[in-house]
């Protein structure tokens, strides 16, 4: 899933090779409010990051200024890379811890500083109720990363009474999800998940409880998913 420098000279290969730019933009978008969350939290403050791969923004999330970290991803071979990855950079295991598990068996946690949410509400059967899950580990900040649909104008649908409609901005498409085996950067096969609109993302996100919510700005520069609004990195505080 992404381009390690093992050494110099030593790249790892990745899935696409547009997948570089979709992790350099991400960073390059919530760096500088992950950075501010994380300094305002001080020496001990500390991170989560919710599916986390390979751990890669577990790195990053050190060197803007995290304490700890915590990485968590429901698939067990990504956090053996994981793990693998930080000892073979010699970090420590209280600094980069990783861990397998569902993100809905989280809710109980102490809270973090900073979360990230990134390439999971889209992969999910109940994306919202991950997002409370998020809410509930959120002390300081959380930067939620998703696909967004194309779908722009509001939804006609039936609501009870003939030839009576409503219409709705927020929607989201349905796709059912091969099995992890057919596809292999999908974080968990064989389920269908939802893929929110613009708007449908925003309305989950104050549903899920978050007080504050603010799409973060692209640089025109940027990978053309986030410059066109076909992907979106959003800032949600308590």
């Known amino acids: 899933m992404y381009e390690w420098e093992l050494e110099p000279g030593l790249r790892t290969a990745v899935l696409h090779p547009e997948l570089h730019t979709v992790h350099d933009t991400r960073a390059a978008i919530l760096g500088p409010v992950v950075r501010d969350a994380l300094a305002r939290a001080g020496p001990d403050a500390t991170a989560i990051d919710l599916a986390c791969s390979e751990g890669w923004f577990g790195h990053r999330l050190l060197e803007w200024g995290a304490a700890s970290v915590l990485g968590v991803d429901i698939r067990a071979e990504n956090i053996e890379r994981a793990e693998m990855l930080r000892d073979h950079f010699g970090i420590s295991p209280k600094r980069l811890a990783f861990e397998t598990a569902d993100v809905y068996e989280l809710a109980d946690r102490a809270p973090f500083d900073v979360v990230l949410c990134l390439g999971l509400v889209y992969h999910l059967e109940n994306p919202v109720g991950a997002l ?99 992907r979106i990195v959003v800032a949600a505080w308590p």
């Open 132 to 230: 409370r899950v998020a809410r509930e580990l959120t002390r300081g900040v959380c930067v939620i990363e998703s696909q967004l649909t194309e779908q722009a104008e509001p939804i006609v649908h039936g609501w009870g009474v003939s030839g009576e409609f409503e219409s709705q901005p927020a929607s989201w498409a349905a796709w059912y999800e091969p099995r992890q085996g057919e596809h292999p950067i999908a974080s968990h096969g064989g389920i269908v998940s939802f893929i929110p609109n613009r708007a449908a993302l925003l309305d989950a996100l104050s549903a899920a409880g978050f007080g504050r919510v603010e799409p973060l700005p692209v640089a025109p520069d940027e990978n053309v998913q986030y410059a066109e609004g076909h």
